[in-house]
């Protein structure tokens, strides 16, 4: 059962491009949407967040676009630095308060 | 920046013995979460916890599972009787009041437990 799916499991950018990272999901409950960047032997770091009410959400070099009708969200970064990489999860979340994580996408920018 | 830690980073069990998770959330927190990532799979939620209750939990989360919070800042997550697919990492998080959208959820660096 993926509720929430990332079908790009790597993705590689050139220093100070843009880098977009994609995000599905089929529950239409949903109340808002997260995104977590996880260094490996760290715990998820929060990033950004976005209500099921907005269309776009703005904080610094990245910009989270929410899609309601295509039940689709993407994750921008620009312009992306060789400190972003990391792996991306998408996550979304209800009233219950508990996070659904998709599988996460490995982004590497190269200098 | 106040973070939410957890205790031991790496617990290495017998199969079929008892192990507690511990993790101290962010102070002024009010909601708490455990989940677990089994390796190469998703971060997948177990529990949450307020006002001293589950709020809600999931299908993993069975009669094997139990969790505390013995004295106001620790809070534990407890296998009775571990097997072989607990093997994980497992994750604690809190968020502070609010509405659960604008309050998002603060995760610790883990615990991988290992059980033989």
């Known amino acids: 059962d993926q509720q929430v799916k990332q079908n790009s499991p790597s993705l590689s950018v050139q220093e100070g491009r843009i880098s977009i990272l994609n995000c599905d999901y089929t529950n239409s409950m949903f109340d808002y949407f997260l995104w977590y960047k996880k260094y490996p032997a760290e715990g998820p770091t929060f990033l950004i967040s976005?209500?099921?009410?907005?269309d776009k959400n703005e904080d610094g070099r990245f910009t989270v676009f929410l899609n309601k009708s295509a039940k689709h969200l993407s994750l921008h970064i620009v312009p992306s630095q060789p400190g972003d990489s990391a792996v991306y999860f998408c996550a979304a979340g209800g009233s219950q308060g508990n996070l659904i994580f998709g599988k996460g996408t490995k982004l590497s920018v190269k200098p | 920046e106040p973070e939410v830690t957890q205790t031991p980073s790496h617990q290495v069990t017998q199969m079929g013995q008892e192990v507690i998770l511990r993790c101290v959330p962010i102070?002024?927190?009010?909601?708490f979460y455990w989940y677990r990532q089994i390796l190469g799979q998703k971060v997948e939620f177990l529990v949450s916890?307020?006002?001293?209750?589950?709020?809600?939990k999931s299908e993993i989360f069975d009669d094997q599972f139990s969790v505390e919070r013995p004295d106001g800042s620790n809070f534990t997550l407890k296998i009775r009787s571990t097997k072989l697919e607990d093997s994980a990492m497992y994750f604690c998080a809190s968020s502070p009041p609010g509405p659960r959208g604008n309050q998002p959820q603060h995760f610790g660096d883990g615990t991988r437990l290992s059980i033989l």
């Open positions: 916890f307020y006002n001293n209750e589950i709020s809600e």
């Open positions: 976005i209500s099921s009410i907005k």
């Open positions: 102070s002024n927190h009010l909601y």
